[in-house]
């Protein structure tokens, strides 16, 4: 079955606690990225990448870092976590350029 | 840039009534149009999309209206039903970008 899968689904941690969200696909796909979703702000885009070690910022890249390794890997890190970064994640990924064909199930963070 | 509006922000139809979301964008270079649902606590997903070389496209209830000139494309969804209840999002592409533009979302509400 083709999917995204993203871990953990929630995650509650505290102020400058290192983190990692992962997200792998299992259909080939070049094209992977990270949302951010907030009431009233909608899907912002952190960051994408377009194959193997080739990433790009989107419009809200501050405080996170991501790597891409691997074709099917592609997770989000926070190094020092704030509360701003309380949010709900989703990782994406495509075929084609320009789109997101497939949205992983979410990642719930809350940061005390 | 690229902007995209969307609306109504919110929309409520009787069961079995027709309902159209409209989004208008700013950037006559945009070329792919996609449309998102979002069902409450789950991941978008993909409905139906259009590029800007097709007037309409059709899948079942679902169909999508493109008007280049004035530059704003339409969601439409014919005889509702209660699971179509949802956040609808669309968004704008320009040709060879990596990055989406997103609409605000439309929050369906199907009457029983």
């Known amino acids: 079955e083709a999917q995204v899968t993203q871990n953990p689904r929630y995650l509650i941690t505290v102020t400058g606690k290192k983190l990692t969200v992962t997200c792998s696909q299992n259909m080939n796909h070049e094209y992977m990225s990270w949302y951010r979703q907030d009431p009233g702000l909608g899907l912002r885009q952190i960051y994408y990448s377009m194959n193997v070690e080739v990433t790009d910022k989107g419009d809200v890249p501050e405080g996170y870092k991501v790597s891409r390794k691997e074709k099917r890997n592609f997770p989000l890190i926070l190094e020092s976590p704030s509360p701003n970064q309380t949010s709900l994640y989703f990782c994406a990924s495509s075929f084609l350029r320009g789109t997101w064909q497939y949205f992983g199930p979410g990642t719930r963070l809350t940061v005390t | 840039g690229e902007n995209v509006e969307q609306h109504p922000s919110t929309l409520s139809v009787q069961e079995g009534d027709s309902a159209v979301i409209k989004c208008t964008y700013s950037?006559?270079?945009?070329?792919?149009f996609p449309w998102y649902k979002q069902e409450l606590g789950k991941r978008p997903q993909l409905i139906i999309d259009i590029r800007s070389n097709v007037g309409e496209k059709k899948d079942q209830r679902i169909a999508v209206t493109l008007n280049k000139t004035a530059k704003h494309f339409s969601l439409h969804i014919t005889e509702t039903q209660p699971e179509d209840s949802a956040v609808y999002f669309c968004?704008?592409?320009?040709?060879?970008?990596?990055?989406?533009?997103w609409g605000a979302g439309t929050k369906l509400i199907i009457k029983p």
């Open positions: 968004a704008a592409n320009l040709a060879g970008n990596y990055q989406l533009i």
């Open positions: 950037d006559s270079a945009s070329n792919y």
